[in-house]
């Protein structure tokens, strides 16, 4: 038994390194999220009956259990150099000529590749191992930073074996940790819903999640690695070029460039950068250079390097695209928790491919570093950023009629005072407004709530929720399950049809899974992500109110902010209301994602085998499947004598007519669901055992 089991766990953790792998470095994704997830909850379950079985390399074991106290040094034994910069091409001909005169016998060859914009990391491998990783610091003594490290899934763990050479004893392999567009942008669009600031840019965003001291937290950043280098190397086999050690480091399962130029002569060179150029607005990453290498390894050493840099590479930076514009106004935007953003509001202008009409300005220090005023001419740019950014002011524009910006003490829409909020990643300020009655406040927490990842209520738009506000109708969720169609249909601009379509949209939201509900009620840090987790480890919605902050962080992947922050939150008597007018309006609480982390649960069900036939009207099958095992219950494909009940929705066929033959009891998914809420709920069933 346990010789196949052991089979099974090898062959899983393999199958799974195998889909990383697909995923990560080929970016050709071979199963859906569903299907991979199933496969690691397999090896976790296995893992949990057989401990032994788990090595460091498991997939399972990528995310640390505890934060560490500080990064401990790391001393690089072959210094972590940078390389020279030029924004010209005239810089890149002459570096070309200066190596050839150095080394004027040979004939050169060079390599171009994207400079990605992130952060220069360095991976030791033992015996093909993932074993250390460290940041560049200084060059020669950076930060171990290896169980963040860890949690990216790019990154192998176990090296795949090459059919021609054993494992160097020791690689430590050089490359870049960055956060892909769509992470970085599905990372801000969390943050802003859990109330949070957004980051700048991605490159601030991969530093500020190395730096997380807490690997749960780091292992929700999306981030992703890439590797074109190696320091030091203990073994054989060293490939003797860059296009060799690229193949490599690619064979050993360890994402590479997406797209590499050899290159023969400067023209070619040249050529390569432009087509660079050209190609990189199409990848899933900011770049902002090419790098130039010269390919072969043992001539680089005859050329050398300075103090800060190798004298045998080049970085070629691509000019960020600016324009010029007037900032004509800031207008200030009150979030849903009260943050006062504020926004510069500009002359319309074409910038990359669009008109920028409106720039981001961060905080408050934001616009004093950059000592912005009324009337001022600023450039802006769109490096990879979406949304474009103001970087400076062309001070020589001005005339002398720009009028400095008093950041307001009020807020502007309800005008109570506003309050001073230092936040923790170091971004700076904010102001914020302290009113939760403010009806900006009150529209986002309402917008939050229909929104898509929330509860998904159609209909439920700005123009809506402001209407609903405006005329009394709505100041809390709970209050949108007792709108009624006259009401709503009386509202401008909104006829009978739209208003029964939004009443629609609302009415299904009843049942909504329950991580959707928590992600909904807009508490702070708690984004979609978080929610999910709450979901899985606690069996409703009362279980999570009532826990206490040291509880909760026993939860796999909730820190000490989140905890707290949660414990606030439904520790405050206006959300308790609103939580017990949730409950009375008939919301779902339970959590049909509840996976408690024993295999087998105990609970109302324990014992008991239950079949699913037909449609249910909210229930999907896995849903349900994951309901019942959750409360301890067995999910069983056919009607038999071992049956204790059938759970049975619309077009329920021959399952139901045996089950009636049978005289086992059938019920509906109401019935179902209103016994599970209830203690004795499936007393009776038991009692036929
Ligand atoms: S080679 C000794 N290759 O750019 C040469 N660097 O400005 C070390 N970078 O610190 C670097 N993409 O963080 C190299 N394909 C690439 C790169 C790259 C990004 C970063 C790296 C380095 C910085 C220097």
Redesign the pocket.
């Known amino acids: 038994m346990s010789t196949t089991e052991r089979n099974r766990h090898v062959k899983l953790a393999a199958e799974i390194r195998r889909l990383d792998q697909a995923y990560y470095q080929l970016g050709k994704p071979e199963v859906t999220d569903f299907e991979y997830d199933r496969l690691l909850r397999e090896l976790t379950e296995l893992e949990t009956q057989h401990p032994e079985f788990i090595t460091p390399e498991s997939p399972t074991q990528r995310v640390g259990e505890k934060p560490i106290e500080q990064f401990p040094p790391a001393r690089h034994s072959v210094p972590m150099?940078?390389?020279e910069?030029t924004y010209s091409p005239e810089e890149v001909r002459s570096f070309i000529v200066r190596v050839q005169k150095l080394v004027a016998d040979e004939i050169l060859d060079w390599v171009v590749?994207?400079?990605?914009d992130g952060v220069?990391v360095s991976l030791t491998y033992e015996r093909g191992r993932f074993i250390r990783g460290a940041t560049?610091g200084d060059g020669v003594t950076g930060d171990e930073i290896t169980s963040n490290l860890r949690t990216i899934r790019g990154l192998p763990l176990l090296l795949n074996p090459t059919h021609d050479a054993e494992f160097p004893e020791t690689a430590e392999i050089r490359g870049?940790v960055y956060l892909p567009r769509h992470g970085f942008e599905r990372l801000n669009r969390e943050r802003e819903s859990a109330g949070e600031e957004r980051f700048a840019n991605a490159r601030n965003a991969t530093v500020g999640s190395l730096k997380q001291l807490d690997p749960r937290e780091a292992a929700r950043r999306p981030l992703a690695i890439v590797l074109?280098?190696v320091g030091e190397y203990r073994g054989t086999g060293l490939p003797v070029t860059q296009e060799e050690l690229l193949a490599r480091l690619k064979s050993w399962g360890l994402p590479t460039?997406e797209r590499t130029w050899k290159a023969n002569s400067i023209d070619e060179v040249l050529e390569a950068i432009a087509e660079l150029d050209r190609l990189r607005a199409q990848f899933g990453y900011d770049t902002d250079g090419a790098?130039v290498k010269l390919n072969r390894l043992h001539l680089r050493e005859r050329i050398g390097v300075t103090a800060k840099a190798?004298r045998w590479?080049m970085?070629y930076k691509y000019a960020p695209e600016q324009a010029e514009t007037r900032l004509k106004s800031i207008t200030i935007q009150v979030g849903r928790t009260g943050a006062l953003t504020p926004v510069a509001e500009l002359e319309p202008v074409f910038l990359a491919g669009s008109t920028v009409a409106r720039a981001t300005l961060h905080n408050e220090e934001d616009l004093r570093r950059k000592d912005l005023r009324l009337g001022d001419t600023v450039v802006i740019e769109k490096a990879g950023e979406v949304i474009p950014a103001v970087v400076r002011v062309v001070t020589r524009r001005r005339t002398g009629a720009e009028e400095p910006y008093v950041f307001p003490s009020k807020c502007p829409e309800c005008s109570s005072v506003a309050v001073r909020e230092v936040i923790a990643s170091g971004e700076g300020a904010s102001w914020r407004c302290p009113n939760p009655d403010c009806p900006a406040q009150v529209r986002g927490r309402l917008e939050h709530w229909c929104s898509r990842g929330a509860m998904d209520i159609e209909g439920g738009g700005e123009v809506m929720v402001a209407q609903l506000v405006r005329a009394g109708l709505a100041r809390d969720p709970a209050d949108l399950y007792r709108l009624k169609l006259a009401e709503v249909a009386a509202l401008e601009r909104q006829g009978e049809k739209s208003a029964s379509n939004f009443l629609a949209g609302i009415e299904a939201s009843r049942n909504r899974e329950l991580h959707r509900l928590i992600f909904g009620l807009g508490i702070l840090h708690v984004g979609i992500s978080v929610a999910k987790i709450l979901a899985r480890n606690y069996p409703d919605l009362n279980a999570i109110a009532s826990a206490t902050a040291p509880e909760l962080t026993l939860v796999d992947g909730i820190g000490e902010t989140i905890a707290k922050s949660l414990e606030n939150w439904f520790a405050d008597p206006v959300h308790r209301g609103l939580i017990s007018r949730l409950r009375s309006c008939g919301l779902q609480f339970q959590s049909a994602q509840y996976r408690p982390r024993d295999a087998q649960a105990v609970g109302l069900l324990t014992g008991l085998t239950v079949v699913l036939t037909g449609t249910l009207p909210t229930l999907s099958r896995e849903a349900a499947t994951l309901l019942v095992e959750s409360h301890g219950g067995k999910v069983s494909s056919g009607v038999s004598k071992k049956t204790h009940l059938l759970l049975a929705g619309e077009e329920a066929g021959s399952k139901l007519t045996k089950a009636q033959e049978l005289r086992i009891p059938v019920l509906n998914e109401g019935e179902f669901l209103e016994r599970l809420s209830r203690p004795d709920g499936f007393q009776s069933f038991r009692q036929s055992l």
């Open positions: 150099l940078s390389l910069n590749e994207p400079k990605v220069a560049r870049e074109y280098g460039p790098v190798p590479a970085a």
